[in-house]
């Protein structure tokens, strides 16, 4: 973890300066997106010189096995997507980056990407829960924009989910209903097809949404409340994303944070992988370890290091190739 550990601690001393300088201007200042590296822990604990490893910009290998089946089937039940409502969305576009035509956020969560394609080379990953230890470190945030990068390469389906069923914010972003959702779902109160939804065609054609958007397929929060807890324990979890991920290249999981509830912790036994964010200048070190803890059952991929300003080892990209999608 040591890469991490200096990589907060660096995050926390910039961010100490800054807000020397901020109280010395008094003007608020916008908030900035920050870098965001993916972090192997098990090459940091291998001392291997690659914990922030270079952005990889070849193109990922596909392979088969991961390709969306044309007539998905899981033991004779098959999902008709054609059935799933398109809802307005009116979405926070300052909070989604990713959708921008190009800049530095936009390479940033390529880099990202990069990272998982790397992963997926490696072994089988479709299914990949977003958790950190705490509120507030920027999960909503990274597991939306990934899930916008992920839908724009190549126009893989994309099933974003809302897995905070506390404090389910994703529909706020994507600016659509947050009910009926997965917590109604998992109560047996809703069907797969009734708590999925896609966004109506935008009008505005240049946009880079126009063309990201019909990939995408979202599930909202639902209101578990104080049920969140068993919800989040429920088998039609597992039930969910294996009839899901026969019709989807990505499904992201956005979720609660692990140290103060166990959601985040029973929704990620049934996924693939999982992304822990850190976010640079609030994330403590132990808190980033301790959440790594609380995962030790599951396949933890790396921390992705959310607003910092400059990330260790990664620089001198933002200009590269930045029209590509
Ligand atoms: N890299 C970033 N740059 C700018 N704002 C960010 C960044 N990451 C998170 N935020 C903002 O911080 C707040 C908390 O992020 P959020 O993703 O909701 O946290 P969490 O889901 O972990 O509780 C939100 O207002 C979000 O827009
Ligand atoms: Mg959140």
Known sequence: MSRIYEA????????????????????EQPVSVGTIAAAIDEAE???????????????????????????PRIGGESLDLSKVATRQWSMSL?????????GPAV???????????????????????????LPQEGKSFVATNLALSLARHKNSKVLLIDGDMRRYTLHQL?????????????????????????????????SAATAVLPNLTFIAGGNGGDKA???????????????????????????????????????????D???????????????AQRAQSELKASNVLGFVLNAVLETPEVGGYYGYDAAKK
């Open 174 to 206: 994507l600016g659509c209903e947050s009910h009926p959702g997965l917590a109604d779902y998992l109560a047996g109160k809703a069907t797969i097809l009734e708590v999925m939804q896609r966004p109506e065609p935008l009008q505005s054609a240049s």
């Open 94 to 102: 300052e909070q989604l980056p990713a959708l921008q035509e190009r």
């Open 273 to 287: 992988g999982v992304l822990l964010v850190a976010r640079g200048g609030v994330t403590k070190f132990p808190v």
């Open 8 to 27: 907060l601690q660096k995050a926390e001393s910039e961010r100490k300066s800054e807000r020397r300088e901020e109280e010395s201007q008094t003007p």
């Open 45 to 71: 604990e291998s001392g291997s010189e690659s914990a922030f490893a270079e952005p990889i910009f070849a193109e990922p290998i596909f392979s088969e096995t991961y390709r969306v089946s044309s007539t």
């Open 107 to 133: 390479e940033q969560f390529r880099s990202l990407r990069s990272r998982i394609f790397e992963l997926r080379d490696i072994s089988p990953l479709k299914t990949i829960l977003v958790t950190s230890g």
């Open 229 to 271: 807890a068993d919800l989040s324990g429920s088998p039609r979890f597992g039930e969910l994303l294996r009839m899901a991920a026969p019709y989807f290249d990505w499904i992201i999981v956005d979720s609660s944070p692990v140290l103060p509830v166990s959601d985040a912790v029973n929704l990620a036994r049934s996924c």
